[in-house]
């Protein structure tokens, strides 16, 4: 689902990039580039487990059921784990 579709039809399954509130999505990004280089994971690493993130069943709007965190930040820190049981990441 791209941001053009979501700004029409409500999205339970999408993370926060897909998610029509821009402002929202900016905020998180700018959290996520102020990790450092060194606590922040792979850019390969980080699309892999966003990907899982899309495909979990606690994933409801861009946070994580399990934790309540926004799922693009906590995928984006190198020691960071999923904390659903059994973890997909």
Do not use: H
Not at 29 to 46: D, K
Not at 48 to 55: H, S, T
């Amino acid at each position: 689902m791209n941001r053009e579709t979501s700004a029409q039809i409500p999205c339970r399954k999408c993370l926060l990039s897909e998610i029509s509130d821009e402002a929202l999505y900016q905020q998180v990004r700018r959290l996520i580039e102020a990790i450092p280089e060194e606590e922040r994971c792979s850019e390969e690493e980080y699309r892999r487990r966003l990907d899982c993130c899309r495909a979990c069943d606690r994933l409801l709007s861009g946070m994580c059921r399990a934790c309540g965190c926004y799922a693009e930040l906590r995928a984006a820190r190198l020691k960071a784990a999923c904390p659903d049981f059994p973890k997909k990441w």
